[in-house]
T-cell receptor
Framework: DSGVTQTPKHLITATGQRVTLRCSPR?????VYWYQQSLDQGLQFLIQ???????AKGNILERFSAQQFPDLHSELNLSSLELGDSALYFC???????????FGQGTRLTVV | EDQVTQSPEALRLQEGESSSLNCSYT??????LFWYRQDPGKGPEFLFT???AGEEKEKERLKATLTKKESFLHITAPKPEDSATYLC??????????FGTGTSLTVIP
């Protein structure tokens, strides 16, 4: 158990809908990272937050947004969902602003 | 363009048959190179971080090395429980963090 908690574990929704994925980092970790993993693309970096501030941005679509709250948990919002958004979404945390040390178990999103 | 390439894509070994996985990278301003293990349906598990050419790290049957252009993950006398996908990642200037697509390792008893 990495100490990073992601909810829900599975999510099935229809195209055009909006969903929110939640991540609770390890106790004391200030950095939260979000990744998308699909079969054909591997792990794609979406966005990183450090102590509530956006720190780095990867290939995150405009339909996606994220935030980190004062209690350090983070949410990834995905809107206007398309079939191609079906993937595993991972959250990772780390104590500092260096690299994603601890990954959660992921949220499997299926868009139908 | 920043890039991380892993080879081979898949590797099947007999138990006890040592081998190496390769990770080559082209990034501007390398800040670190990282190896992770990922089991099916689970999140990646951190294994090693390497920061400079010539550096080596070991953990049980795994040993990671780093040169200026690539890293190797050496697996000595692997066991079936070493079967997993091994991911390489690099941290570059601008806080960018890139993963390779991984090597799927299967160790046959």
């Amino acid at each position: 158990d990495s100490g990073v908690t992601q909810t829900p574990k599975h999510l099935i929704t229809a195209t055009g809908q909006r969903v929110t994925l939640r991540c609770s980092p390890r106790s004391g970790d200030l950095s939260v990272y979000w990744y998308q993993q699909s079969l054909d693309q591997g792990l794609q970096f979406l966005i990183q937050y450090y102590n509530g501030e956006e720190r780095a941005k990867g290939n995150i679509l405009e339909r996606f947004s994220a935030q980190q709250f004062p209690d350090l948990h983070s949410e990834l919002n995905l809107s206007s969902l398309e079939l191609g958004d079906s993937a595993l979404y991972f959250c990772a945390s780390s104590p500092r602003d260096r690299w994603p040390a601890f990954f959660g178990q992921g949220t499997r999103l299926t868009v139908v | 363009e920043d890039q991380v390439t892993q080879s081979p894509e898949a590797l099947r070994l007999q138990e006890g048959e040592s081998s190496s996985l390769n990770c080559s990278y082209t990034v501007s301003g390398l800040r670190g190179l990282f190896w992770y293990r990922q089991d099916p349906g689970k999140g990646p598990e951190f294994l090693f971080t390497l920061y400079s050419a010539g550096e080596e790290k070991e953990k049980e049957r795994l040993k990671a090395t780093l040169t200026k252009k690539e890293s190797f993950l050496h697996i000595t006398a692997p066991k079936p429980e070493d079967s997993a996908t091994y991911l390489c990642a690099v941290s570059a200037t601008g806080n960018q963090f890139y993963f390779g697509t991984g090597t799927s390792l299967t160790v046959i008893p």
